[in-house]
């Protein structure tokens, strides 16, 4: 088997379910763990490079507006390294190369690979991706071991926050302009002991006003701008320390702003997830320690 991973999610998926070595090929967002980036690159973004966050947000919005994509695709060399199954995504047009651009892709490979398209919207979507990529690759028990070890890290963090009071919790996903987290990060805050004021599990990203965020005027805000590591997200933050409304915020006065790695524990659905939930159970409770 030879596999193109062309979403960083399920390239995490497949080195920890232990497949690393039947990957050819990645995206250029592919960073971990760090074997992966050392593989054949095979996506490339289609924006301008150095855009400040509003800049994205309107180049987004253009590039999405006329029907293109946001990410470049190397055909020839997708072709060239011959791959038995590629896997994409369906869920987001702004996060990876969709399963459309794929499928034009494969169109003219003789050997016709497999589409696998994972489309996650809550944790128990990506338990199941994970199972079927186990399943697909022969690895069904080592699968089901790894799902188990990640509900096993979720139940010690359910039962440390019995009868703890629940913070009022804003995830932003982007800053400028504001967009607050949805899919499986209100079902993170959840299990972390807090509370989402904007959205529940399952439930689609979406923009907000900053009126609308400071009438929930939440207790914590947490910092998660798509593609940003931790230092990025707290870089973020302080691009809009001068915004009035945010100064006004609750979350800010008492210095209750917790950037965070969203490229490796929140914004990609794979198993580093249970990581950005124990992160979250320390910032909201100082728990577990």
């Not at 030879?2 to 999610?9: A, E, F, T």
């Not at 997708?78 to 199954?85: D, E, K, M």
Request: some cysteine; aromatic content about 4%; hydrophobic content about 45%.
């Amino acid at each position: 088997m030879r596999i193109v991973s062309l979403v960083p999610n399920a390239t995490e998926i497949l080195f920890a379910l232990g497949a690393g070595d039947l990957v050819v090929g990645v995206s250029h967002e592919c960073d971990y763990p760090p074997e992966a980036a050392r593989l054949p690159q095979l996506t490339g973004s289609a924006l301008a490079p150095d855009l400040a966050p509003a800049e994205v947000d309107r180049a987004v919005g253009e590039q999405l507006g006329g029907g293109e994509s946001l990410y470049t695709l190397d055909e020839e060399r997708i072709a060239a390294l011959a791959p038995t199954l590629i896997v994409t995504q369906t869920l987001c047009p702004v996060c990876a190369v969709s399963t459309e651009q794929v499928e034009g892709a494969i169109a003219p490979i003789a050997t016709c690979p497999e589409v696998a398209s994972l489309d996650p919207k809550t944790l128990a979507d990506v338990f199941r991706d994970i199972r079927t990529l186990g399943d697909s690759l022969g690895r069904s028990e080592v699968a089901a071991s790894l799902i188990g070890e990640l509900e096993s890290r979720i139940e010690v963090v359910r039962a440390a926050l019995r009868d703890r009071d629940r913070p009022r919790v804003a995830a932003l996903e982007w800053l400028d302009p504001p967009f607050a987290a949805g899919h499986w990060i209100p079902e993170m805050i959840e299990i972390a002991g807090g509370e989402d004021v904007f959205a529940k599990a399952g439930d689609p990203s979406r923009r907000v006003e900053w009126t609308a965020v400071a009438k929930a005027d939440p207790d914590v805000i947490v910092a998660m701008p798509c593609g940003f590591d931790r230092a990025g997200s707290a870089a973020q933050v302080e691009a809009i320390a001068d915004n009035a409304i945010w100064r006004a915020l609750r979350a800010v006065r008492a210095e209750r702003v917790v950037p965070v790695d969203a490229n490796g524990c929140f914004s990609r659905p794979g198993p580093r997830l249970v990581d950005g939930i124990e992160e979250l159970t320390r910032a909201f409770h100082g728990l577990p320690s």
